[in-house]
């Protein structure tokens, strides 16, 4: 079946730092991917999307390219702040059966000043 | 706006109470979702609506009761909880229910069972 599998956290980094976080998948066929964050608290919140190959989602200075021949979404981000701590989801929608987003296991991030 | 609402934002209850959680939004969309989140863990569907029928139930058990008066609100009755239902519930919404259709989630509603 479908799944999404990301970098196992927590992830601290220091403010200013250069951040990636690894998705992969495997899926039939070309689903869409987005990355949802989740602030302390909160619902998650979407943070960028791609729904076909070569795609490149961008948001707030967070980007992620759907790479169809690696099966991955890495998210990457220059330089990151305090505010930026989260937890960050990697999800799938298939094609079939598209209600039903296939979520990581989600990878807690902490940035120190 | 891609804002979902939803009420109460906390709701402590007992074994025996019945409630209620409430999800809204108005963007239009004809899909909306349940969903249960423990922590630590991603969100796990519950259950899908879509042009206000229930389409998708994961086998909820029957104690979770969906309703959908509406195309912009969306209901879930609680009855007879257990303490391992306390979760962090989140609505979510879409266009319509396809591959590229983007879900957005409301802040969720955080639930005690005592």
């Known amino acids: 079946g479908d799944s999404v599998t990301q970098m196992e956290g927590p992830v601290t980094l220091s403010e200013e730092a250069f951040l990636t976080i690894n998705c992969t998948y495997t899926?039939?066929?070309?689903?869409?991917l987005f990355w949802y964050v989740q602030y302390p608290g909160e619902g998650l919140q979407l943070l960028l999307k791609?729904?076909?190959?070569?795609d490149k989602g961008s948001n707030k200075g967070f980007e992620a390219t759907y790479r169809k021949e690696t099966t991955s979404f890495h998210l990457e981000k220059g330089s990151v702040q305090v505010s930026d701590s989260a937890v960050y989801f990697c999800?799938?929608?298939?094609?079939?059966?598209?209600?039903?987003?296939?979520f990581g296991q989600g990878t807690r991030l902490t940035i120190n000043p | 706006d891609t804002e979902v609402t939803q009420t109460p934002k906390h709701l402590v209850m007992g074994m025996t109470n019945k409630k209620s959680l409430k999800c809204e939004q108005h963007?239009?969309?004809?899909?909306m979702y349940w969903y249960k989140q423990k922590a630590k863990k991603p969100p796990e569907l519950m259950f899908v609506?879509?042009?206000?029928?229930?389409?998708i139930n994961e086998s909820v058990p029957s104690r979770f009761s969906p309703e959908c008066p509406n195309s912009s609100l969306l209901n879930l009755h609680l009855h007879a909880l257990q303490p391992e239902d306390s979760a962090l519930y989140l609505c979510?919404?879409?266009?319509?229910?396809?591959?590229?259709?983007?879900?957005?989630f409301g802040p969720g509603t955080r639930l005690t069972v005592l």
């Open positions: 609506y879509s042009y206000e029928k229930l389409s």
């Open positions: 963007m239009g969309h004809r899909a």
């Open positions: 899926a039939t066929g070309y689903p869409s």
């Open positions: 999800a799938l929608s298939p094609l079939s059966g598209a209600q039903k987003l296939v």
């Open positions: 979510a919404s879409s266009r319509l229910a396809g591959a590229t259709d983007t879900q957005y």
């Open positions: 791609a729904t076909k190959a070569d």
